[in-house]
């Protein structure tokens, strides 16, 4: 029953997060705060699984969360600094923290190996979303070659995230 | 000889690059620069007391991980590090952090 429920959470969660992406054609400002937004909500998952787990393998993974997405989110934030640009809040953004605000609680009633394969599990959801968000919808309608070229370099960066999580997801648990 | 007047220590590796361009049987340096989540070549001929250093230009921490586990180097933002290669046969390799960058080393 267990399983069944989380199941249900994460296919819940896959679709709400594949229409929160799917707003209309977001504008540079909008797209940088999207942006943002999901590198710090994977910061804040990667905080809460080191404050939870013991599993040498998940700890592992949330400290490269921890380094790869504040890396990038600097980056991001030298950016928009760099082309006076102020990201601008918006509905897409505001359904990402309100749903990683609902996993965060749900996580937080977990522990051990449960916590673990909930973390993992989501981590794959959660990068498979952004990613898909990324090339569909962020990169085809950011119109500075900048912000194109980072968002770019991101998906790069988080289908590695994606691919690590899926190999511990498989493999140890 | 310019080597055998060097002990043994990472400045070796440096005298073997100079060695390389007199005597083309030293082993040389083969530099594999990380660059836009790459390893660039991501596949390079080497032979047995070649060096592969690997250079990070990449803004993230990386590492050049072996598929069979014989080596685990870490590559933090913006340093190098050195292997050298001490038996023949290919060596498929790939970064723990992200997986999606491969490479291979194919010594002679």
């Known amino acids: ?30 797209i940088a705060h999207i942006a943002y937004t ?12 080191l404050d939870k787990s013991k599993t040498e393998s998940v700890r592992t993974f949330a400290d490269d969360m921890l ?18 640009v102020t990201p601008a809040d918006n509905d897409t953004s505001k359904a990402l923290v309100a749903q990683a605000d609902a996993k965060r609680q749900e996580l937080a009633k977990l522990s051990g190996a449960a916590f673990d394969k909930a973390y993992i599990d989501n981590e794959v959801a959660y990068h498979k979303a952004v990613n898909t968000a990324l090339k569909d919808t962020l990169i085809p309608s950011a119109s500075n070659g900048e912000l194109k070229a980072l968002l770019e370099t991101g998906l790069k960066i988080f289908q590695g995230h994606q691919q690590h999580a899926e190999h511990l997801a498989a493999h140890t648990m | 000889m310019m080597r055998a007047s060097f002990p043994y220590s990472i400045l070796a590796a440096v005298a073997l ?92």
């Open chain 2, 17 to 108: 690059w100079t060695a390389t361009a007199r005597d083309a049987a030293a082993g040389q340096v083969i530099v594999v620069k990380i660059i836009d989540m790459a390893f660039s070549p991501a596949t390079v001929k080497a032979k047995v007391g070649d060096v592969i250093e690997w250079s990070n230009a990449d803004f993230l921490d990386h590492t050049a991980t072996a598929n069979d586990n014989s080596f685990d180097i870490p590559l933090a933002t913006g340093e190098s590090a050195r292997l050298e290669l001490k038996r023949r046969g290919t060596v498929s390799y790939y970064c723990r952090v992200h997986p999606n960058m491969i490479g291979s080393i194919d010594v002679e």
């Open chain 1, 67 to 84: 380094r790869d997405h504040k890396a990038v989110n600097d980056k991001a934030l030298a950016l928009v600094k760099k082309l006076n």
């Open chain 1, 1 to 30: 029953m267990r399983t069944s429920s989380a199941s249900a959470l994460i296919a819940g969660f896959l679709l709400s997060a594949a229409a929160a992406f799917a707003a209309e054609k977001p504008t540079d400002p909008e």
């Open chain 1, 38 to 49: 999901a590198g710090a909500i994977d910061i804040e998952a990667a905080q809460q699984a």
